[in-house]
């Protein structure tokens, strides 16, 4: 039992967590064990990597709010075994120092050992890729609030799979229709901001927002919401006379999720998501430059522990090769950011204006992306070397593939004219959801 034993060598002991590294020690009381940093203060609230006798692995530990160790137990859906260590079936889940030495955060995704993630069809663990692939996270857009998924999402964590939840706010079996902007007919956009310009729209809101995060807060381990907010018209449509009187409402109902969040599940994440529009003027009316609306947004949540989910699809989405993208340069004014130039993202976040309260680095998910089967050679081939990019970036926590299956109908302006999307690992369900090469190829990345 490393926790116990690590009494004895004390001085050589380190808590690797974040990108910090804290000589510590464990005590213990006649009421359990706790974790003593070097400067008197103790780990608390959440989960913490702790490597108890210096060889260099890590385990991971649940801490409660004053402090104490949780064992022989589960905890927002993970289990403890009676050190207080994190277990799949039986076995101790260990990181290595080599991983930790890096600045990373600690999450679901760290403490997976994996970054690989798939947007999935289905809610049902068994009705799905995943455990074939060999992915280690989903994500799910949440679309229809009043079907309640909260068994399956238990069942798919109880596989080791971790669970991300897009929020997006719509008409349908919507149980809080204030919650959605005034005078709206339902035809304006895909997806709706929440409405936060009147007291009756933040109450409805707060209510929503009170109810899913209580109703999920041990099957849902990190929260995505809404969808490309810098992009309103199209996908978080609400009205508003400009980018700062926009940043203000979505920063209104970003802080009542992630109060609700946060208030039943301390441990979860929760994320401002964008597409790849960096700096280019806009190419469709209704579009937000990201870095303006970043700077804005943080400006209005720097208090928060925000993270930021990133869709880094191919220029053109059309072509699935990133790597000859014109518009994804590296330097910070960049057109775009995709999986090119990732590390533009990257190393802006790294600035001091940037971080999140604790001094880390945010949250960086990338939460949607697409290679499109124009070819299914290239297309297995950008997804292995978008996907290597991905893991061998530390401040990148997990890797979502788009589609497990195509989506029938997936239209884009391709030069004029619309063409149907194939992001697809597997061909459209409907159409009988034949693998492509991608999909054997995708299963082979660790």
Partial sequence: MKKKSCIILAASMVLMMSFSAFAGVWKNDA???????????????????????????????????DGY??????????????????????????????????????????????????????????????????????????????????????DTKAQGVSVTAIILNTPRNNPEPQSLPAGISGQEANYYGFNVASQEGIDATTRLANRFASLYKDSIDNWVIGNEVNYPNAWNFTPHNGIANYADQYATAFRIWYNAIKQNNPSANVYIPFDYVWTEHSPAAGYYKAKDLLQLLNERLRDTDYGIAWHPYPEGLADPNFEDDGKAVNNENSPIINMKNINVLTDYLQRAEYLSPSGKVRHLILSEQGFNATNEDIQADQIAKAYNIAKNNPYIEAFFLAREYDQPGEMHNVNGALQEMHFGLKEAYERGGRPRKAYSVYKGLQ
Avoid: C, P
């Fill in 69 to 154: 160790l949780v064992t022989n137990t589960t905890v927002e859906g993970y289990q403890v075994n009676s050190d207080g260590a994190w277990v799949v079936n039986g076995a101790v889940q260990t990181r290595g120092a080599a991983v930790l030495g890096a600045q990373v955060n600690d999450s679901v995704f760290s403490r997976s050992g994996s970054k690989k993630g798939l947007a999935t069809r289905d809610t049902l663990f068994n009705a799905t890729s995943v455990k074939d692939l060999g992915v280690k996270h989903i994500i799910y857009n949440f679309t229809n609030y009043e079907q309640n998924f909260m068994t399956n999402f238990r």
């Fill in 31 to 65: 009421k359990g064990w706790w974790y003593e940093n070097a400067d008197g203060s103790y780990l608390r609230n959440g989960w913490n990597w702790v490597d108890g006798n210096n060889d260099g692995v890590s385990e991971s530990y649940y801490f409660q709010n």
